[in-house]
T-cell receptor, first 116, second 114 residues
Framework: AQKVTQAQTEISVVEKEDVTLDCVYE???????LFWYKQPPSGELVFLIR??????QNEISGRYSWNFQKSTSSFNFTITASQVVDSAVYFC?????????????FGTGTQLKVEL | AAGVIQSPRHLIKEKRETATLKCYPI?????VYWYQQGPGQDPQFLIS???????DKGSIPDRFSAQQFSDYHSELNMSSLELGDSALYFC?????????????FGQGTRLTVV
């Protein structure tokens, strides 16, 4: 069975600091997708990124970057120059295609608090 | 662009009552997923439908049932509500053809059982 571990329950940083959210996953499949979602206090799930298991290239989108390392089964997320608006719960998730398409297994989430 | 629509956005029910949550997928999407997120928890997969047939099942209580209709919208029916059913319920939709398409989430329905 697949599993996603986000060991950091809560992280507090001061604005403009860089912060990395860790995600480690377990799966027996060779083909899978990894995701990051942001959940602000309003509750909706905001899609951030989807990464195919065959694509290990790191990705940068503005202040966000992702480091996918298959060798360590990790998919870490870095926010550069954090802002108060980044305060939210961040979920890492995994989907296996053999399990029924896009069924996601979520990690327990990391609460990020960015203070002035 | 059209997104996944969930209704109602908020719902308050008493114990032992019944609730029905509705999900309208993105046009042309043929697959719907339901997730339950308890307070302070991560979303947990409940059930999914592809082309109006149940495609997968997670930790969905027997008191809950769901279906996908001919227009691809889906309804989650919850009976004999318990306090522990209070949660945020998300619906997501995707186009399963090729099985490599992304699922899009609705804004969720917040159910409070009192």
């Amino acid at each position: 069975a697949q599993k996603v571990t986000q060991a950091q329950t809560e992280i507090s940083v001061v604005e403009k600091e860089d912060v990395t959210l860790d995600c480690v996953y377990e799966t027996r499949d060779t083909t899978y997708y990894l995701f990051w979602y942001k959940q602000p206090p309003s509750g909706e799930l905001v899609f951030l990124i989807r990464r195919n298991s065959f694509d290990e290239q790191n990705e940068i989108s503005g202040r966000y970057s992702w480091n996918f390392q298959k060798s360590t089964s990790s998919f870490n997320f870095t926010i550069t120059a954090s802002q108060v608006v980044d305060s939210a719960v961040y979920f890492c998730a995994l989907s296996e295609l053999t399990g029924g398409g896009n069924k996601l297994t979520f990690g327990t989430g990391t609460q990020l608090k960015v203070e002035l | 662009a059209a997104g996944v629509i969930q209704s109602p956005r908020h719902l308050i029910k008493e114990k032992r009552e019944t609730a029905t949550l509705k999900c309208y997928p993105i046009p042309r999407h043929d697959t719907v997923y339901w997730y339950q997120q308890g307070p302070g928890q991560d979303p947990q997969f409940l059930i999914s439908f592809y082309e109006k047939m149940q495609s997968d099942k997670g930790s969905i209580p027997d008191r809950f049932s769901a279906q996908q209709f001919s227009d691809y919208h889906s309804e989650l029916n919850m009976s004999s509500l318990e306090l522990g059913d209070s949660a945020l319920y998300f619906c997501a939709s995707s186009l399963e053809q090729g099985r490599n398409t992304e699922a899009f989430f609705g804004q969720g329905t917040r159910l409070t059982v009192v």
